[in-house]
C-alpha cells in the first residue's frame, strides 16, 4: 500500500504513522511508556476526520481520566478545529452518564436523576443493606457504578437500543486499555460489533488498578476477542532520556507481561543524565533532599529568581517549578514534601484522587443549593449557599474556592454542575497552568510527564506496598513492580529516586530497607547522591544495592 502521506500524519514516525492509518476494524496498539500511543491516537482520530470524511460525530475516544479527555479534547481542537464540537471524548463514567441521561425511563429514573455521593451510599448502604440500589434509585439516585452498569443493563436487554448507539458512534478508541474492568468491557462489546472500529492503545505492564476490578486479562485477549484485528507495536521512546529508559526497562522486566517487549530511545533526546539516587535517614531528610535539588536545578534561585534565562553547566535552562513532579505509593507522604518544599519558598500543587464531594463542605453545599432558589448563574448560588453555610461548616470556604471554576464553566446549568462535580471534580483542584511543582501519587501519575521527576519512599513495605502482619499475594508485588515502571517512567529529562531508612507510618517510626526493585536498576545508570548534589561525577562501577 503507498505510505499515506498527509499533514496531520506528518508528526507521527513511520511505526505511528501506519498506526494512525489503518482504514478500519479492530486495532490493538501495543507500546511501552512515551511511545506516542496518545498522540498517535488524537492524530488518528483528526486524521479520519479531516482526511477520510468520517462525520465527527460518529467518533467516540474515551480516557481514563477527566483530565486526559480534556486534553485529548484540546489538542483535537488544535488539529481539527471547528469539527472537534462534534467529537465525544469521555472517561467511561461520563459516557455512562451520557447514556443514561438518553434513556433514564428505562432504568426508571428521571432526567434529573443525580449522582449520589459517598455518604449518602453510606446511609442507605446501613438502611437497607442489599436492599440498598432499590432505595437508591427510588429517589432518582444512582452511584458511582451504577454509571457504567445501568447503561450496560439497559443495553443488554435492548438490542435496538445496542443498534442505536453502535450508528452513531461507528469509531471508538480507548485509551488505556489495559487497566478496564469487568463492566466497562462489557460496555465496550456491545457498544462495538466484533467487525466494529474499534482502537484499544495500551500497555499491559502499565496495568496498575488490579485493586480497582481492573482486569489487564481483556487486553490480552483483545485479539481473540476480535480475531479480525490488526496488531501495531510501537517501540521508539520519545520521552526519557537513555539512562531513564534502559533503567525503567530492567525494572519491569523480571514480570513483564509483554513477552516481545523492546523498547529504544527515538535518538532525538536532549539530555541523558543518570538517575540520582539518594539515601534520607527519614522523610523529613528525603523531602529536604527533593527542595535542595530542586533549588539546585534551578539555578539556585527559587529564592529570589530573576535569573530565568540561566543556562548552567549541566545544561538545565528554562526549567520552571511546574517542570518538576514528586510522586509517591501514599498520599500520607505528602505532607513532609509539602512542608519541606513550602518552607524552601517552593509552590506546590497536589494532585489527589480524592473525590470533591468527599468533602464535608462540599457536601453540605450541594444540599444548601437546592435552599437557593432555582434561578441565576451557578456561580451566584454556590456564593449564596456557601455565605449560608459558613458559620456551621468552615470547610464550605475552602470548598467554594475549589469550586469555583467548575461553577463559572457551568453558566446556569445546576443539572451540569452537579454532575460534574460527582464524576471527576477530584482532579479540579490541580491548575495544569499554575507554575508550581506537582505532588502526585504514582496512581494520579498515569499517562503525564515531566522533566524532572523526583519518586520517593523507594522502600521495602512502601514500594512494594505491605500492611504489617500481611503476606501479599504475588500478583500484588508484580502490580507494585509496575507502579514503579510507571513512576519511573513519567521523567523526561531527570529522574530521582530515594528512599529513607526511617519513616513514621499508622502512628509509628519503623526502620525499612530500600526496595528491591531498585536491586533491578543498574548501577551503570545511576549516580548516588549525598548531602549536596554533585554535578557530573562519574558513576560507580559497583552494584549499588
Ligand atoms: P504513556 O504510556 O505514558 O501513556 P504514550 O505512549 O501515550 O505514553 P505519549 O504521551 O503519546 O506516549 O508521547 C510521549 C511524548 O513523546 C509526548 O511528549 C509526545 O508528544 C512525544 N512524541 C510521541 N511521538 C512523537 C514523534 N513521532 N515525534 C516527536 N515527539 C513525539
Ligand atoms: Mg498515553
Known amino acids: 500500500a503507498p505510505e499515506p502521506t498527509g ?309 538545565t535552562q528554562g526549567l520552571s517549578f511546574d517542570d518538576f513532579a514528586v510522586l509517591y505509593r501514599t498520599s500520607a507522604q505528602a505532607r513532609a514534601l509539602t512542608e519541606a518544599l513550602t518552607r524552601a519558598g517552593i509552590p506546590v500543587q497536589k494532585r489527589s484522587h480524592d473525590r470533591l464531594t468527599d468533602r464535608s463542605g462540599v457536601r453540605r453545599l450541594l444540599r444548601e443549593l437546592d435552599l437557593v432558589g432555582t434561578t441565576g448563574t451557578v456561580r451566584d448560588r454556590v456564593r449564596q449557599a456557601a455565605k449560608a453555610i459558613a458559620d456551621i461548616d468552615e470547610d464550605a470556604y475552602t470548598a467554594l474556592e475549589l469550586l469555583m471554576p467548575l461553577a463559572e464553566r457551568c453558566g446556569e446549568d445546576l443539572d451540569q454542575f452537579r454532575t460534574e462535580l460527582s464524576l471527576g471534580a477530584e482532579v479540579d483542584t490541580w491548575d495544569p497552568r499554575a507554575d508550581r511543582v506537582s505532588l502526585l501519587t504514582l496512581h494520579a501519575s498515569k499517562g503525564l510527564e515531566f522533566p524532572v521527576v523526583f519518586l520517593v519512599g523507594c522502600e521495602d513495605g512502601l514500594l512494594p506496598m505491605r500492611w504489617p502482619g500481611e503476606q501479599p499475594e504475588p500478583e500484588q508485588v508484580n502490580e507494585e513492580r509496575r507502579l514503579f515502571f510507571v513512576g519511573m517512567t513519567r521523567a523526561q529529562r531527570h529522574l530521582y529516586l530515594s528512599h529513607a531508612a526511617e519513616r513514621s507510618r499508622h502512628g509509628a517510626t519503623r526502620k525499612a530497607a530500600p526496595s528491591p526493585f531498585l536491586t533491578d536498576v543498574g548501577a551503570e545508570h545511576c549516580e548516588r547522591l549525598g548531602e549536596a548534589v554533585p554535578r557530573r561525577r562519574k558513576p560507580k562501577q559497583e552494584r549499588l544495592f
Request: aromatic content about 6%; hydrophobic content about 40%.
Open 7 to 315: 499533514t496531520l500524519l506528518d508528526g507521527l514516525d513511520p511505526d505511528q504513522r501506519a498506526a494512525a492509518a489503518v482504514p478500519g476494524g479492530p486495532l490493538l496498539i501495543i507500546a511501552g511508556p512515551g511511545t506516542g500511543k496518545t498522540r498517535t491516537l488524537t492524530h488518528r482520530i483528526a486524521h479520519l476526520v479531516t482526511e477520510r470524511g468520517v462525520p465527527a460525530n460518529q467518533c467516540l475516544a474515551i480516557t481514563f481520566t477527566r483530565r486526559a479527555a480534556e486534553e485529548m479534547t484540546e489538542r483535537l481542537a488544535t488539529l481539527v478545529g471547528e469539527q472537534a464540537r462534534d467529537l465525544t471524548v469521555a472517561t467511561f463514567h461520563a459516557l455512562g452518564v451520557r447514556i443514561l441521561r438518553e434513556h433514564h425511563a428505562k432504568a426508571g429514573l428521571t432526567a434529573e436523576f443525580a449522582i449520589a455521593d459517598e455518604q449518602q451510599c453510606e446511609q442507605l448502604r446501613a438502611e437497607h443493606g442489599e436492599l440498598y440500589k432499590k432505595h437508591l434509585h427510588e429517589q432518582d439516585l444512582v452511584d458511582f457504578d451504577d454509571l457504567v452498569e445501568l447503561p450496560v443493563h439497559l443495553l443488554s436487554a435492548d438490542p435496538e437500543l445496542v443498534e442505536h448507539y453502535r450508528r452513531r458512534w461507528q469509531w471508538i478508541s480507548v485509551d488505556e486499555y489495559q487497566d478496564v474492568d469487568e463492566t466497562q468491557y462489557q460496555l465496550l462489546r456491545l457498544l462495538s460489533p466484533a467487525h466494529g472500529n474499534l482502537t484499544a492503545i495500551g500497555d499491559p505492564d502499565q496495568a496498575i488498578y488490579r485493586f480497582r476490578g481492573a482486569d489487564v486479562g481483556f487486553f490480552l485477549r483483545f485479539t481473540e476477542d476480535y480475531p479480525a484485528a490488526h496488531r501495531v507495536q510501537l517501540t521508539r521512546n520519545y520521552r526519557s532520556g537513555k539512562h531513564i529508559l534502559a533503567a525503567a526497562v530492567q525494572a519491569i522486566t523480571p514480570t513483564t507481561l509483554v513477552a516481545d517487549r523492546a523498547l529504544h530511545p527515538a535518538g532525538s533526546h536532549p539530555e541523558h543524565a543518570l538517575i540520582g539516587l539518594h539515601h534520607a535517614v527519614d522523610e523529613q531528610a528525603e523531602a529536604a533532599f527533593v527542595a535542595r535539588t530542586i533549588d539546585q536545578l534551578l539555578g539556585g534561585s527559587s529564592f529570589h529568581s530573576l535569573d530565568t534565562g540561566r543556562v548552567d553547566s549541566d545544561g
